[in-house]
């Protein structure tokens, strides 16, 4: 019987009490003892067994269910998993495919009753243990959050930690034991929030133009146009000055509880608003608590103007600026004093985030509209284009058998390059546990290899998903021909939301130029098109 030896360390200092080598030489022996065939290992090094999202367990269930593997041995519950959720799938799939799985040191052997009973047991025991001990750190959280202090995690735009500031010195080629060292003396508390400088002051002037004007979007276009960047360097954008607008941080205060782990299922979710704790913290406001609670009372009073609601979009999704390439999206405007509606197209980055970001295009829904469904009815009368169909068909042919030709190549080159990377990862862990490599080395070169085979295998499959043989293509590109070619029957009994699937069924994108339009016909194969090129009419 072929076997699956799984093992695991889910921290890098488990190597020596718990190691790779030691959990793979109990399995071997074990293997040995009771007339197993070791069929191949599979390592995981430095992951948390939280859910199945790892690279060595995924693999090995691939394999099950291709049928390579018909045991799979651990040594104890904890290395596959420790969510009972996830360990009653695992079984369960184990079943399915008539695969046995056995926990050596726990005498847990899923062919029997009894083992099957221990299981359950243990994996129970298990989860209860985890629940506890989230519970207890939420509780500690709790308490931390009700005496005014940071629980940590990201910080908030505005200020700064004492691990940040050391962070930031490393970066300029101080040691890090000296790094720290400097930190301390303008961040004396490790766990507290302190003001950035640089930051302070987009932060008050979010909240002093925001006061004047009640406007988001004039705020973030401010923010641009004053060379204004978030911490990472790139455009603001409505979202995030919302975001600061509405943390009570920035008043000095800590809250707590906005959201909570789900016992079950441990997603966050989004706890009741008499649930959260809000208090005074111990860290510095940077905007008074009556400019904060004068920013709550704006937003809430200000109705959203209703967008993209009083009709269907024909060309939602696939018109596109042709000064930044960002989509446009449809947006619908009431006149207030004869309730009269104006529609129109708008770039998404000029709207959210103002000129520093694109100069920005704009344009009435009903002439990009009838524009472009004007140039459909032309082309499906397109006698030259249609009767070319013959001679493309022929081209996508020839066309067609290059690609596959390419695609087998890069194929082949592919599945060597997994092989060499799954060399190089078993290489990488041979090193962890003789101590021939420092933890903190590992883990960098671990997540970039892990990186790059991921990435390798995604490629893989979309290669293999996207390897259309030459007689498909050709129906398929027939088909379009025949689409196109009676776009215009039926077209005015059609409602809103048919004549917009009809369109995108034909059009694959729309780019709106100063000076044209760009019309590119979707022909359905890889990413064959035709392009209609015409000026977009002066209005009437």
Request: aromatic content about 8%; proline content about 3%.
């Amino acid at each position: 019987m072929f076997a699956g030896l799984y093992i695991r360390v889910s921290t890098l200092n488990q190597v020596d009490r718990d190691s790779l080598s030691t959990q793979e030489s109990r399995l071997r022996s074990y293997c040995e003892a009771n007339g197993f065939q070791v069929y191949k290992v599979y390592k995981d090094a430095g992951l948390s067994a939280k859910d199945t999202k790892r690279p060595a367990l995924e693999e090995l269930i691939g394999d099950i269910k291709s049928g390579k593997v018909e045991a799979v041995l651990v040594t104890r519950l904890d290395r596959i998993t420790r969510s009972l959720k996830d360990l009653l799938s695992l079984v369960e799939l184990f079943h399915e495919h008539g695969v046995k799985f056995v926990s050596i040191t726990q005498n847990i052997d899923s062919s029997g009753p009894f083992g099957r009973f221990m299981r359950d047991l243990l994996g129970l025991i298990a989860k209860l243990e985890r629940e506890v001990t989230a519970q207890r750190v939420s509780e500690d959280m709790h308490h931390r959050a009700l005496q005014g202090k940071w629980n940590g995690g990201v910080i908030p735009f505005g200020y700064t930690t004492r691990q940040r500031v050391a962070k930031e010195l490393e970066t300029t080629g101080m040691a890090k034991e000296e790094a720290l060292l400097e930190a301390s003396r303008s961040v004396p508390e490790g766990k507290r929030l302190y003001p950035d400088e640089k930051e302070v002051e987009v932060v008050r002037e979010i909240f002093s133009n925001y006061l004047n004007t009640r406007s988001l979007r004039g705020t973030t276009n401010r923010l641009n146009s004053l060379g204004m960047r978030t911490r990472n360097g790139a455009l603001w954008a409505a979202s995030s000055v919302r975001r600061i607008l509405t943390n009570p941080t920035y008043a000095g205060r800590t809250w707590y509880g906005k959201r909570r782990t789900h016992p079950e299922t441990g997603r966050l979710e989004k706890a009741p608003a008499e649930e959260w704790s809000i208090v005074d913290g111990e860290h510095e406001g940077l905007v008074t608590a009556e400019d904060f609670k004068e920013a709550q009372e704006i937003l809430h009073s200000i109705e959203r103007k209703p967008t993209r609601a009083f009709r269907t979009y024909l060309l939602s999704g696939i018109l596109r600026c042709g000064q930044c390439g960002t989509r446009m999206h449809g947006y619908t405007f009431v006149k207030k004093s004869s309730g009269e509606t104006y529609r129109y197209y708008k770039c998404h980055r000029y709207v959210t985030q103002g000129k520093a970001a694109c100069p920005g295009m704009t344009v009435a829904a009903g002439k990009i509209e009838d524009f472009v469904v004007r140039t459909l009815m032309e082309l499906s009368d397109d006698r030259p284009f249609l009767n070319d169909k013959e001679r493309m068909l022929a081209t996508l042919r020839e066309e067609c058998e290059k690609t596959m030709g390419g695609k087998d190549e890069e194929l082949q080159r592919l599945a060597a390059a997994e092989r060499e990377l799954q060399a190089r990862l078993d290489t990488l862990l041979e090193k962890l546990e003789t101590g021939t490599i420092e933890d903190e080395d590992f883990r960098a070169r671990y997540q970039k290899l892990k990186q790059a085979l991921s990435e390798n295998r995604l490629r893989h499959a979309e290669l293999a998903e996207t390897a259309v043989r030459p007689e498909v293509a050709l129906e398929a590109l027939n088909a379009s021909f025949e689409e196109i070619a009676s776009f215009g029957s039926g077209w005015d009994f059609l409602d809103d939301e048919g004549k917009r699937l009809k369109v995108q069924t034909v059009v694959k994108e729309v780019t709106l130029h100063k000076d044209r339009v760009d019309l590119q016909v979707f022909l359905d194969v890889d990413d064959v098109t035709h392009t209609v090129r015409d000026s977009l009419p002066p209005p009437s």
